[in-house]
């Protein structure tokens, strides 16, 4: 991942704050607030080994309770101050029985509202949180595998935004020292998956491009199944037709009905 030390940074959703903390000690930016979305006696509860205190220790702003999706919960993060933002391997959490996924997923699937969650985080990043007249950049670091890849993290979250993807950077665990990545409501930290930061900016030539993976260009092949190149009529019906691809114009279906239809990221509202 790129940091900059004069950069202001805002972490969400860090769990156990652990990402925080080693951002704080190791890469010594210039200004810190970190959010997680559980109260902070749930994060005690949640997580034994947890960086709060530390972190309370060190002046650093820390906001408990904070939900990307709901600006209400936003109050001690004041707008447009921060240069990046970072959401490191958003996940949304877990139903907590069968009638909570029935009202979630009515009409998507969980690969639709892992999309919506994402979505939310960037519109808000840049509508909210990031100085304009800063780096305007805004992060999500996520694991290089299904399901994580199905979300389409490069290619279609950001249509009709205003917002680019610019560019990825593996992401070096070995960066961070102290960082355990956690699975979602559990306080067991998981295995070193390869992962990659993805940048957005609304700034399509922002000069950190130069350092990142850049886009790849798919006019030949399939975004929605990242295949560069398809160079026959026979490879391109055998592809369309297979079930890799139906399974990912499925997803695309409902994101796109999503965009047009959910009320949390409805296009013109």
Known sequence: MIINPAWRILTIGDGDLSFSASVWQHQKPAHLSATVLDSADELCAKYRHNQLAFLQQQSVNVCTGFDITDPTSWGEINNYQFDLVIFQFPLVPNFTDASDYQRYCQHI??????????????T??????????????????????????????DTTLTQQSGIYYIGKKQFEINQFPGYQIRNVDRD???????????????YPEHSIKSDLELPINYQSGCPLCRVKHLSTTDEQTAHTHSKRHQDMLHYEQQWQWALHHHPAIKLGS
Do not use: E, M
Not at 109 to 122: E, K
Not at 188 to 202: A, I, R
């Open 188 to 202: 067991k930290h998981v295995k070193d998956t390869q992962g990659w930061s993805y940048f957005f900016s609304t």
């Open 124 to 153: 808000h990043c840049f509508s909210q949180f990031l100085d304009p007249d800063g780096a305007n950049l805004a992060v999500i670091t996520s694991k290089d595998v299904k399901p994580y890849l199905h979300w389409q993290i």
């Open 109 to 122: 699937s969980v690969n639709t509202l892992n999309r919506i969650l994402l979505r939310q985080y960037l």
